[in-house]
């Protein structure tokens, strides 16, 4: 097997801004690619700062292993993301990114895309994905809003006048609006808007508390009216049990905990445990969106919007249309890299 990859700065249509103040106009990521004879894969990580990853620190890592991922007998992706997860402990971001184009590989290897190799056939049924909103001025946000129709936004919040914001975009739409605070409220706070949140159409709310809180979040998790889902809260499989009782769903991103193969694991644990199945952007090109939409089918909600809210793009085979994705049906992954 050969390992290749290349680094990319891919800019923002809008500056995005999410709480505490974190704005990024570009989002640097990795995409590897892994050889096996005429096949190729493809795989992308985004790199977070919040998370403490660079594009820099994952080339280091990589270039460093490269040779002993290179040794190995790739047959199919599970085997081989434990045998990375034992080879880079706690490089979540980048085992991500070598799973993916494990699956990819395997897809294309095997002539079926990956939900076909799921058992898992689209309906028709499938959610829409959102569209995000980040924190800005209310008109910024507006005028972003009225600029890309959807039937959902999803929109970033914090302790800072959003309740306002929120009212404001309410009078200019009747489309179901998700919040996502990054943690951005103490207990008291977000206890305080609630009764107002309940009168607005909010379909959810994503990580209201600091993802420590866990004695708080179970009981705003009793008392809220509106459901409540974990981000922060639930980063890897031992994440997925303690959300129980705590929130009403949970948002897998597929960077955060390490890609395809475990994201299909806490699928089946949080439906075991009743809890609702989002899965989440951070910002991938269509690249890695086309590992998120492979799952739609087995989603109640699902954040893919990041080739919207980029101005640039690596890859094609996705289609966007009004909320509704639709996959290029083609092996793998079912995208082709641009360029």
């Not at 179901?176 to 943690?183: G, I, K, V």
Request: proline share 6%; with cysteine.
């Amino acid at each position: 097997m050969q390992v290749y990859y290349k680094t990319y700065q891919l800019p923002f249509q809008y500056p995005f801004t999410i709480s505490k103040g974190r704005t990024k106009t570009h989002q640097p990521s990795l995409v590897v690619a892994l050889q096996v004879g005429k096949w190729i894969g493809y795989g992308e990580s985004p790199a977070i700062t919040y998370y403490n990853i660079t594009v820099e620190e994952m080339v280091a890592t990589l270039e460093q292993y490269k040779p002993m991922i290179e040794k190995y007998a790739f047959t199919e992706p599970e085997r081989f993301w434990h045998y990375l997860h034992h080879l880079l402990p706690n490089q979540h971001f980048l085992v991500n990114a070598l799973d993916m184009a494990g699956w990819d590989l395997y897809g294309k290897m095997n002539q079926k895309p990956l939900y076909e190799l799921w058992e898992t056939p689209f309906t028709g049924k499938e959610p829409v994905t959102d569209y995000t909103l980040g924190i800005d001025t209310p008109e910024k946000m507006l005028q972003k809003m009225q600029a890309r129709p959807h039937p959902v936004y999803k929109i970033k919040i914090d302790n800072n006048n959003s309740l306002d914001t929120l009212r404001y975009l309410r009078a200019h739409t009747n489309v179901p609006f998700r919040l996502d605070a990054n943690e951005g409220f103490t207990y008291q706070q977000f206890k305080e808007i609630l009764p107002d949140l309940a009168t607005i159409n909010i379909e959810f709310i994503e990580q209201p508390l600091a993802k420590t809180n866990w004695e708080e979040m179970k009981q705003l998790f009793i008392e809220s009216p509106i459901p409540l889902i974990a981000d922060e809260s639930c980063v890897t499989e031992k994440d997925v049990a303690s959300c129980a009782g705590h929130f009403h769903g949970i948002n897998i991103k597929l960077t955060k905990c390490s890609g395809i193969t475990p994201a299909l694991r806490m699928i089946k644990q949080a439906k075991k445990l009743g809890l609702k199945v989002m899965m989440g952007s951070m910002n991938e090109s269509s690249l890695g969106s086309a590992a998120i939409g492979n799952f739609l089918p087995q989603l109640d909600y699902v954040d893919m919007d990041g080739p919207l809210l980029l101005s640039e793009d690596i890859a094609k085979g996705l289609i966007y249309d009004n909320g509704e994705i639709t996959l290029s049906g083609k092996f793998g992954l079912g995208v082709q890299l641009l360029g």
